[in-house]
């Protein structure tokens, strides 16, 4: 049992996101949990995301990088618990409260939350998605070098002298966690509760955003390159004993890797392409 409610911090990163944001507010007002605040960094949306996070009574800034939003979303943050959320997931009702649980009663100082996708209109590229995190989910690859899964919910003095992955904006969370294990945090996998994840429904939306992550690549390689050359790589858990469950999805994930690591590659050489003319600019 509890003797105290401390305050959870939940860390929203948003761009452009509000049709899904107003659905994962929604499902923070709505937690069993009631000591939250909300802390968002956006990304200088061009649609109505800023406004919808202040119906919320969320405290908004600005940031140019995902990485740089995360870490400026934890300084302005007040609680003993900072809970990082996405700006397209929902949160199962009791999920705040069960992870104070863990940490306040289990002493863990960092947890590792399942999810769970979200269908909107039940294409093949949703049901590949949602397969990946059933697999993910089944294996519980929560290696930080090979595996998938990221701690999102922290004790706030955790990350104080963490060494922050600024100016990226890919493989961010996936660099903190290798910094949380080197400071020998607690961590936990929670899974009787999950985040609710809105999977992407077309290819074109999945390519835009992996060309838009791939733009940061360089500089994340640069910050923890043995990190981020093993998860550029196939995930583990799509050659698992779990997999074979449904051996005929194993091509769409194979297709999925593809067209990620594609889209990701002609942003890195992008931005490689971007800082040459920009160098030479007479």
């Known amino acids: 049992t509890m003797k105290t ?34 802390v968002v960094s ?10 919808v996070a202040r119906e919320f009574n969320a405290r908004v800034d600005f940031a140019d990088k995902l990485g740089d939003a995360r870490h400026q979303n934890y300084k302005r943050s007040l609680g003993k618990y900072v ?20 940490c306040e009663v289990n002493k863990y100082s960092a947890l590792i939350i399942a999810e769970k996708s979200v269908l909107k209109s039940g294409t093949l590229l949703e049901k590949l998605l949602q397969y990946e995190r ?18 999102r919910f922290f004790e706030k003095s955790l990350l104080a002298d963490v060494k922050w992955p600024e100016g990226i904006s ?25 985040i609710r994840h809105s999977e992407v429904t077309t290819w074109s939306v999945l390519m835009k955003k992996f060309y838009r992550y791939g733009k940061g690549y360089f500089r994340a390689l640069k ?30 994930l194979i297709l999925i890797y593809f067209v990620k690591a594609s889209a990701a ?16 600019k007479i």
């Open 5 to 38: 409610s401390p305050l959870v911090s939940i860390n929203i990163r948003t761009y452009n996101s509000g049709e899904t944001l107003r659905a994962t507010l929604e499902s923070i007002k709505k937690q069993s949990y009631k000591n939250i605040e909300i």
């Open 42 to 51: 956006d990304g200088h949306s061009t649609d109505d995301s800023v406004v």
């Open 83 to 102: 809970f990082s959320v996405d700006s397209d997931q929902i949160l199962d009702r009791k999920l705040a409260e069960v992870c104070v649980h863990e």
């Open 134 to 151: 059933w697999l993910i989910h089944q294996t519980k690859s929560v290696d930080p070098v090979f595996g998938t899964a990221c701690p």
């Open 170 to 194: 890919i493989f961010d969370d996936t660099i903190l966690y290798s910094e949380l294990l080197k400071k020998g945090a607690r961590i936990a996998y929670i899974s009787d509760q999950f």
């Open 223 to 252: 910050r923890d390159p043995s990190t981020i050359v093993a998860h550029s790589l196939p995930r583990t858990s799509y050659f698992s004993k779990a997999a074979l469950a449904k051996p005929h999805y194993f091509l769409g």
């Open 265 to 280: 590659s002609l942003g890195a050489l992008s931005s490689v392409l971007s800082s040459i003319f920009s160098k030479n």
